[in-house]
């Protein structure tokens, strides 16, 4: 079973994304409401989550952020991550080419197809 | 994985649930809409609120198309481009996406 973590200051992205990945996709989902507790989170996971759904605009620390943090431990630098974002302007995508994430999910996204959408960015063989 | 047929009753049931509980804040966050609307409208939108109102539509396109309010996803995209400029070039304009915007979500309010 894939473990993924969910970091989203909006609690209801963050259950809407947990109940679509556990009904859809059977994954066993964790859940962080910032980037520090994302780290915390996924630093106590064991396993470590197979992939991390991050948001970009979050309080206090941005999910770019939080990545560069994780990136900087050895334990999580290997997890795949995906950013969330509701960002309208192209120049976002253009900021984060480069930066190492595994890819781009655009919210809103759908409920039935998001765990679709994560297996494919990830190259994960589905059935 | 499951088909898209198969996200079955119990969950659009707890889909619907979590809508209800978040219905609050989304309330609030197209009445903040309203309001740099109409102080838009009025010259007297400052930067703080510009910023707090593109925050809260940047959120909104973010989540209501997840609830298949897809017509208030890009309202509320349309707003907060309008609400990133350092100043609303066209407040009427602001003011009836805002309405509109209310509508899509909440046809009876």
């Not at chain 2, 609120?49 to 198309?65: D, P, Q, T, V, Y």
């Not at chain 2, 996803?73 to 805002?98: G, N």
């Amino acid at each position: 079973m894939r473990r993924i973590l969910i970091i989203d200051d909006e609690e209801d992205i963050r259950e809407v994304a947990a109940l679509s990945l556990e009904t859809t996709a059977g994954w066993e989902i964790l859940t962080a409401d910032s980037g520090m507790e994302g780290i915390r989170v996924a630093a106590e996971s064991s396993p470590v989550p197979d992939a991390i759904l991050l948001d970009v605009m979050m309080p206090e620390m941005d999910g770019p952020t939080t990545f560069q943090r994780m990136q900087e431990n050895a334990a999580l630098a290997s997890i795949p991550v995906l950013l969330l974002t509701a960002k309208v302007q192209g120049v976002d995508q253009r900021r984060f080419a480069g930066m190492g994430f595994a890819g781009v999910l655009f919210k809103p996204f759908d409920p039935l197809t998001l765990a679709a959408q994560i297996a494919e960015k990830l190259g994960w063989v589905t059935g | 994985m499951r088909s898209e047929a198969e996200f079955d009753e119990q969950s659009e049931s707890m889909l619907a649930a979590i809508w209800q509980r978040h219905r609050p804040v989304v309330i609030e966050r197209i009445s903040l809409l309203d309001r740099a609307a109409a102080a838009a409208m009025e010259g007297a939108l400052n930067v703080e609120m510009r910023e707090e109102a593109a925050g809260a539509a940047h959120k909104l396109a973010g989540s209501l198309g997840m609830y298949g309010y897809n017509e208030g996803t890009r309202l509320a995209q349309e707003i907060e481009v309008m609400l990133l400029e350092d100043s609303v070039a066209e407040p009427m304009r602001l003011w009836e996406l805002a309405v509109e915007l209310r509508r899509a979500v909440f046809p009876v309010m």
